[in-house]
């Protein structure tokens, strides 16, 4: 059985750091998307960052130039620098297979990340 596990969130001071990992088990993703989304009280669940099998990466424009993510196959690690109080919110890890018309996708339970300004 696949199960995602994020760790590392926590409280942090504005202009501080956190790094967030994902663990999976079950299986290796070498195929995989794997990505970091985040939803505040309120909002929608945004896409924060993702990385293709290839290693190629993509950024919400909020976090361009803050946050760098990172893989391997079974792991994804987002590093979080110049935290501000917008990105406070709950964090979750997600994997999903980019072939066409495959629908699989793993969720973690998520991680909270609180910034006080």
């Known amino acids: 059985q696949v199960q995602l596990v994020e760790s590392g969130g926590g409280l942090v001071q504005a202009g501080g750091s956190l790094r967030l990992s994902c663990a999976a088990s079950g299986r290796t993703f070498s195929s995989y998307a794997m990505g970091w989304f985040r939803q505040a009280p309120g909002k929608e669940r945004e896409l924060v960052a993702d990385v293709d099998s290839g290693g190629v990466t993509n950024f919400g424009n909020i976090v361009k130039g803050r946050f760098t993510i990172s893989r391997d196959n079974v792991n994804v690690t987002l590093q979080m620098d110049r935290l501000n109080a917008e990105d406070t919110a709950v964090y979750y890890c997600?994997?999903?297979?980019?072939?066409?018309?495959?629908?699989?996708?793993?969720w973690g339970p998520g991680t909270q990340v609180i910034v006080s300004s």
């Open positions: 997600n994997y999903w297979d980019p072939a066409p018309g495959a629908r699989r996708h793993y």
